[in-house]
């Protein structure tokens, strides 16, 4: 069974990629692994990881430029960090236990101020109410900008492998 929860959750998975691919140091053309960025990359990943974990909408929220755009699935775009907060703070209150996650990136790179990563993912989830996990795997695509020296979410889309579950 398929709950908001679950696709916010892949929207979790979305903006860590994005905060491995825009707060490790890059360079045109270096990726994931060369030079010291690889362990910058990982340590950036477990503190998002850490934050997801604990519910964090705020420190979430925090990695997007203010005017970001975030395209979760099934549902309509959320527009500028005030109104993504209030997303994740919407579903994190919703009761959905995010049990494990882990990223797949596929292509990792920053030219001038522009940065992109994409990727696959899968995750562990328990809705709220439920007796037993429900996992899922799917891919992402995020863009990043350079703010003020620091690399930020401006746009996130990502989908599920599987099929949207029918309403009920």
Request: aromatic share 8%; proline share 5%; charged share 20%.
């Amino acid at each position: 069974m398929r709950t908001a929860g679950l696709s916010v959750t892949i929207g979790l998975l979305v903006v860590a990629a994005a905060a491995v691919a825009g707060q490790a140091p890059a360079t045109a053309g270096q990726g994931k692994g060369r030079g010291d960025s690889g362990e910058a990359i990982k340590a950036v990943a477990d503190a998002y990881v850490k934050a997801a974990l604990a519910g964090d909408a705020k420190a979430i929220a925090a990695l997007y430029t203010e005017d970001a755009i975030e395209m979760p699935p099934n549902a309509p775009m959320v527009k500028g960090r005030a109104a993504i907060l209030q997303y994740y703070e919407k579903e994190f209150g919703g009761g959905t236990t995010i049990n494990s996650f882990t990223l797949v990136h596929l292509e990792s790179q920053a030219t001038g101020d522009r940065a992109y990563d994409v990727g696959t993912y899968q995750q562990s989830v328990t809705p709220k109410g439920a007796t037993s996990a429900v996992t899922d795997s799917g891919k992402y695509a995020v863009i990043l900008k350079r703010v003020g020296g620091d690399w930020q979410v401006a746009y996130a889309i990502y989908n599920s492998d599987q099929p949207p579950q029918p309403k009920r």
